[in-house]
């Protein structure tokens, strides 16, 4: 055989290689390249969507957070000023208390006071009318004295 021969065959098989390949083996290939690329395009497309969530979720939950810290401090605020409204409650309460019983100890010792005023007015009554009349023993007129007595008792209340 012959060099040129044995070349020029091995370049027809190799062409009709060359053919096969791009005729039916290339083509799939292709396909599955695409395919591949746009599997990678989308994943990729999918996961930058991904990161724009992640992000704005984070936005969201910051805004969040911060509105429910404001909440919490308006709670803590409403909170304190009914909590000073209590205590200003109790103490204008207990006020009052402590000044009802003031007066009602007041009116009492009041009262023991006339009580014991009367009880006194009784008893040096009881003792001018015994001591008068132990004095006046030797006088006749009783009643003349019980009507002095009398007036003098008036006097006194």
Not at 64 to 83: D, F, N, V, W, Y
Not at 102 to 127: D, M, N, T, Y
Request: charged share 30%; aromatic share 6%; hydrophobic share 50%.
């Amino acid at each position: 055989m012959n060099i040129g021969l044995t070349m020029i065959s091995q370049a027809v098989a190799f062409a009709i290689f060359i053919w096969f390949t791009v005729k039916f083996v290339w083509p799939p290939l292709m396909r599955a390249i695409e395919q591949r690329q746009k599997q990678i395009a989308e994943g990729l497309a999918a996961a930058e969507r991904g990161k724009q969530d992640l992000e704005l979720a984070a936005k969201r939950a910051g805004e969040e957070l911060q509105r429910a810290r404001a909440q919490a401090g308006e709670i803590i605020s409403q909170a304190e000023k009914r909590g000073a409204a209590v205590v200003e409650e109790a103490k204008n309460a207990a006020k009052s208390e402590a000044e009802r019983i003031v007066a009602g100890a007041k009116a009492e010792i009041e009262q023991e006071v006339f009580r014991a005023k009367e009880a006194l007015r009784a008893q040096v009554s009881v003792l001018a009318v015994t001591g008068a009349e132990k004095i006046l023993k030797r006088e006749i007129d009783a009643k003349a004295h019980a009507q002095l007595l009398s007036g003098l008792e008036a006097e006194f209340r």
